[in-house]
């Protein structure tokens, strides 16, 4: 089963993430307290477990999760441009998946290399927005919500 192993949040653009063991997530802030959680397309970032593992082997080093910069780490899924307009349910939380994450500067800055090790195959995680809000919690379950329109 898929779940939610990290929750994170960072105040302004260069501060440091700030893991939380829970969180509110709303239509309107995003995450509360993110700096990020304006209404928009990407108003929550979503990083997969498996794909940040697969970056960091590339890189021949382990590296905290948060390195990434993202708000949310999941367990068991993996993202591609298949996933473009679906329905995440985390939780009590829907997420609608808005695109690909594309890693930016900051990723070499952390360490040398981190950004082309997150280029393919979505590895930087995903920008989604809010489309119902909720109480998040380490562990809740996350899903895709069935689509009757895809294969």
């Given at each position: 089963?898929?779940?939610?192993?990290?929750?994170?949040?960072?105040?302004?653009?260069?501060?440091?993430?700030?893991?939380?063991?829970?969180?509110?997530?709303?239509?309107?802030?995003?995450?509360?307290?993110?700096?990020?959680?304006?209404?928009?397309?990407?108003?929550?970032?979503?990083?997969?477990?498996?794909?940040?593992?697969?970056?960091?082997?590339?890189?021949?080093?382990?590296?905290?999760?948060?390195?990434?910069?993202?708000?949310?780490?999941?367990?068991?899924?993996?993202?591609?441009?298949?996933?473009?307009?679906?329905?995440?349910?985390?939780?009590?939380?829907?997420?609608?998946v808005c695109g690909e994450t594309d890693p930016c500067r900051r990723?070499?800055?952390?360490?040398?290399?981190?950004?082309?090790?997150?280029?393919?195959?979505?590895?930087?995680?995903?920008?989604?927005?809010?489309?119902?809000?909720?109480?998040?919690?380490?562990?809740?379950?996350?899903?895709?919500?069935?689509?009757?329109?895809?294969?």
């Open positions: 089963m898929s779940s939610l192993v990290g929750i994170a949040i960072r105040a302004g653009a260069r501060a440091p993430m700030e893991p939380l063991s829970r969180c509110v997530v709303s239509r309107d802030a995003g995450l509360a307290g993110d700096s990020r959680g304006r209404p928009g397309k990407r108003q929550v970032t979503v990083l997969s477990e498996t794909a940040w593992l697969r970056a960091c082997a590339e890189l021949g080093r382990p590296l905290p999760w948060t390195v990434r910069r993202a708000n949310l780490l999941v367990r068991g899924l993996e993202f591609g441009p298949d996933d473009m307009g679906r329905l995440l349910r985390i939780g009590a939380l829907t997420l609608e990723m070499d800055e952390a360490c040398p290399g981190l950004r082309a090790a997150l280029e393919p195959e979505w590895r930087g995680g995903v920008c989604c927005r809010v489309v119902a809000g909720g109480v998040i919690t380490l562990a809740d379950p996350a899903a895709w919500v069935p689509d009757l329109f895809r294969p």
